[in-house]
């Protein structure tokens, strides 16, 4: 069963109530993160995120993390490029109490100085494991070289001047404009009930002032580059990013559908023809990661380094015979299959179903509609995924990044 709620200080409230099961899972999420930031602000949504763990007017950071695990519940945060989420576990019996706690240190976290200096040195290890972490670089790197240096190109971490630069006052004034009833929803999914959820917000949120929230508007400007980040490492881990669908648009379960044939699971093509045919690679990989104003399809492998250019030209033998719209009917059949399990995967996760209802309020202030989109998938024919394959691989943007021991970035 599902209810929502928006109160009148503009905050909502979802919850999915699933009998049977013994927990629960909350989150508060926020319509923010690193796209947001200005070069000054490069790594705050992050640096946030972090410091509200840190203590509140009434718990030190110890008194949080110690009530959590007296309760037996697990607490946690992160931070995307559109979005910020703190969420909390428990038992049915003890929701009550985790949500109190996460309530506090989301409303009354103190920004202790002492806190923000041990924190600024925790998050710049955090910088250097992500520079240690060659596939996570790849990424973030494709990203940049997709997006430019703004926008969704931005590295969530930042920089660490940036990060050793933060003060209580830029925390503050960042939080004054993002951090508003109306870019606030709270999701909770598991077994509780729908009127103690509703107090449980209306308890601890309902005191927050309404006021104005910008409007999320990223300006997209493509810069379809070829990066290079050389490190001394075993392999040269390689990814490319071509032009795709928005979240919301028409063809959009088409392309998941499509990359499923390419490069979603081990039946894929890119597993097939890069590893298990070639023995290229020991992962590759594609996937769609789509936001608001545009999105994108992204390449993944990592291969030694005198065979990534083999695995170049592999990847593209895929796609340029997947734009010939070689598909099987049993290609199509199983992509479908794919994203139907998959979503209904999905559904017997409390804290899968709490950030998927959350995230779609957020986004487009609608109530996801699990058997619609199963329906919609059943109902699909391959002519949308030959509709698809024509609005998803336009070289005239394609980005791409290597990471590792190459002489040059690749030749688009």
């Given at each position: 069963?599902?209810?929502?709620?928006?109160?009148?200080?503009?905050?909502?409230?979802?919850?999915?109530?699933?009998?049977?099961?013994?927990?629960?899972?909350?989150?508060?999420?926020?319509?923010?993160?690193?796209?947001?930031?200005?070069?000054?602000?490069?790594?705050?949504?992050?640096?946030?995120?972090?410091?509200?763990?840190?203590?509140?007017?009434?718990?030190?950071?110890?008194?949080?993390?110690?009530?959590?695990?007296?309760?037996?519940?697990?607490?946690?945060?992160?931070?995307?490029?559109?979005?910020?989420?703190?969420?909390?576990?428990?038992?049915?019996?003890?929701?009550?109490?985790?949500?109190?706690?996460?309530?506090?240190?989301?409303?009354?976290?103190?920004?202790?100085?002492e806190e923000m200096k041990r924190e600024k040195g925790v998050?710049?290890?955090?910088?250097?494991?992500?520079?240690?972490?060659?596939?996570?670089?790849?990424?973030?790197?494709?990203?940049?070289?997709?997006?430019?240096?703004?926008?969704?190109?931005?590295?969530?971490?930042?920089?660490?001047?940036?990060?050793?630069?933060?003060?209580?006052?830029?925390?503050?004034?960042?939080?004054?404009?993002?951090?508003?009833?109306?870019?606030?929803?709270?999701?909770?999914?598991?077994?509780?009930?729908?009127?103690?959820a509703e107090e449980l917000a209306e308890k601890y949120f309902?005191?927050?002032?309404?006021?104005?929230?910008?409007?999320?508007?990223?300006?997209?400007?493509?810069?379809?580059?070829?990066?290079?980040?050389?490190?001394?490492?075993e392999q040269i881990h390689l990814g490319l990013a071509f032009?795709?669908?928005?979240?919301?648009?028409?063809?959009?379960?088409?392309?998941?559908?499509?990359?499923?044939?390419?490069?979603?699971?081990?039946?894929?093509?890119?597993?097939?023809?890069?590893?298990?045919?070639?023995?290229?690679?020991?992962?590759?990989?594609?996937?769609?990661?789509?936001?608001?104003?545009?999105?994108?399809?992204?390449?993944?492998?990592?291969?030694?380094?005198?065979?990534?250019?083999?695995?170049?030209?592999?990847?593209?033998?895929?796609?340029?015979?997947?734009?010939?719209?070689?598909?099987?009917?049993?290609?199509?059949?199983?992509?479908?299959?794919?994203?139907?399990?998959?979503?209904?995967?999905?559904?017997?996760?409390?804290?899968?179903?709490?950030?998927?209802?959350?995230?779609?309020?957020?986004?487009?202030?609608?109530?996801?509609?699990?058997?619609?989109?199963?329906?919609?998938?059943?109902?699909?024919?391959?002519?949308?995924?030959?509709?698809?394959?024509?609005?998803?691989?336009?070289?005239?943007?394609?980005?791409?990044?290597?990471?590792?021991?190459?002489?040059?970035?690749?030749?688009?």
């Amino acid at each position: 069963m599902l209810h929502c709620k928006k109160f009148d200080n503009g905050i909502r409230l979802i919850v999915k109530n699933m009998p049977g099961l013994l927990s629960v899972s909350m989150g508060i999420i926020v319509h923010t993160g690193a796209s947001l930031e200005s070069d000054s602000e490069d790594g705050i949504s992050h640096f946030i995120e972090h410091m509200m763990f840190k203590g509140t007017q009434k718990r030190t950071a110890f008194e949080i993390s110690d009530e959590m695990d007296r309760i037996g519940a697990q607490m946690n945060a992160f931070t995307s490029k559109d979005i910020t989420c703190y969420y909390a576990k428990s038992t049915t019996s003890n929701a009550g109490k985790a949500f109190e706690i996460l309530s506090d240190l989301f409303l009354n976290s103190a920004f202790p100085e002492e806190e923000m200096k041990r924190e600024k040195g925790v998050i710049v290890e955090e910088i250097n494991m992500n520079d240690d972490t060659p596939d996570d670089l790849c990424l973030d790197t494709l990203s940049q070289a997709f997006y430019g240096e703004n926008g969704y190109g931005r590295n969530i971490l930042g920089s660490r001047k940036n990060v050793n630069s933060f003060t209580v006052s830029d925390v503050k004034n960042y939080m004054s404009r993002h951090y508003v009833p109306q870019n606030i929803v709270i999701a909770m999914a598991g077994n509780i009930e729908t009127s103690f959820a509703e107090e449980l917000a209306e308890k601890y949120f309902s005191r927050l002032s309404p006021c104005s929230a910008e409007k999320f508007h990223v300006d997209i400007k493509l810069t379809a580059k070829s990066l290079l980040r050389k490190k001394n490492i075993e392999q040269i881990h390689l990814g490319l990013a071509f032009p795709s669908v928005k979240r919301y648009d028409r063809l959009f379960d088409a392309t998941q559908i499509m990359n499923c044939i390419l490069g979603g699971s081990m039946s894929s093509r890119l597993f097939q023809k890069v590893r298990e045919e070639l023995g290229l690679a020991y992962t590759v990989y594609s996937y769609v990661s789509p936001f608001e104003e545009v999105g994108s399809l992204v390449v993944y492998a990592g291969v030694n380094p005198e065979n990534y250019l083999k695995c170049y030209d592999a990847v593209f033998d895929c796609i340029n015979d997947i734009k010939k719209k070689n598909i099987t009917n049993e290609e199509f059949l199983r992509g479908k299959e794919q994203l139907i399990s998959s979503s209904i995967f999905a559904q017997e996760s409390t804290s899968s179903q709490m950030l998927l209802y959350g995230r779609e309020l957020i986004y487009s202030d609608k109530i996801y509609n699990f058997e619609e989109r199963v329906e919609k998938v059943k109902r699909m024919t391959v002519d949308e995924v030959f509709e698809a394959i024509d609005v998803n691989f336009d070289e005239k943007y394609l980005a791409a990044a290597l990471i590792g021991n190459a002489d040059k970035p690749l030749d688009l």
